[in-house]
């Protein structure tokens, strides 16, 4: 089946630098990426739709100062926090659709200290 | 109030007990979603639905379309069953997710 991997699985940064988090599709080409939010016991939030070759549209609340979204190909999404601050501490998960199904990325935990 | 409802919040059963999950939501929706998060945060597609019964192993994911409600069940529950299950609803091409409910199955 498809697959989505998202690298690194667990990053810690010092407050002030930026950190990137990568989205592939494995076995599929991807036009469209999503990059959610989760907050401890908490639901998804979706921060940003990326768009191959295009701006990336964001979810209102959402600094696109501070999370930078690059869609350079059909396979590959990347997000990155810039001066990251310890409040950006969270887990961050990519998803891309192939047809109308959703697969997901295993998930990004980012710690700034 | 939130699209997308889900019940119990958490949940605990004995192994081999049959469980349901509930997702009822408020909004026109394309497909629903069950997914699996497992406490690592990798999440895993079990089921996309828009209408009817859908069975795959021990789970299984009905959809009522009229009453906009979807259950998930699991049938001879395992402890490694245990992860938080989230339901999300496709609208507008965007995923609603609920909160989750969280499960623990204990031997």
């Known amino acids: 089946g498809a697959v989505v991997s998202q690298h690194p699985s667990r990053v810690i940064c010092k407050s002030g630098t930026s950190v990137k988090i990568e989205c592939r ?15 401890p016991k908490q639901s998804l939030m979706l921060m940003a739709t990326s768009n191959e070759g295009s ?6 609340g959402v600094e696109k100062d ?39 990325g295993q998930g990004t935990r980012l710690t700034v200290v | 109030k939130n699209e997308v409802e889900q019940s119990p919040q958490n949940l605990t059963a ?14 026109g929706i394309s497909a ?4 699996q998060q497992h406490p690592g945060g990798g999440i895993v597609s079990l089921f996309m ?8 192993g021990r ?21 490694r069953d245990s992860a938080v299950y989230i339901c999300a609803v496709d609208n507008t091409d965007k995923l609603i997710f609920g909160t989750g409910t969280r499960l623990q199955v204990f031997p």
């Open chain 2, 32 to 35: 629903l979603h069950w997914l």
């Open chain 2, 49 to 56: 639905l828009s209408s009817g019964k859908k069975k795959h």
């Open chain 1, 66 to 104: 501070k999370f930078l979204i690059n869609h350079a190909s059909l396979t590959l999404s990347t997000l990155t926090v810039t001066s990251a601050h310890p409040e950006d501490s969270s887990f961050y998960i990519c998803s891309a659709r192939r047809n109308t199904e959703a697969f997901f």
């Open chain 1, 55 to 60: 701006k990336a549209t964001y979810e209102q």
């Open chain 2, 59 to 79: 789970l299984i994911a009905t959809i009522n379309i009229q009453e906009k409600h979807s259950s998930l069940h699991i049938t001879a529950s395992h402890p």
């Open chain 2, 14 to 27: 004995q192994e081999g007990e049959f469980i349901t999950i509930n997702c009822s939501y408020s909004v």
């Open chain 1, 25 to 39: 599709s494995l076995d599929f080409q991807a036009t469209t990426m999503f990059w959610y939010r989760q907050f």
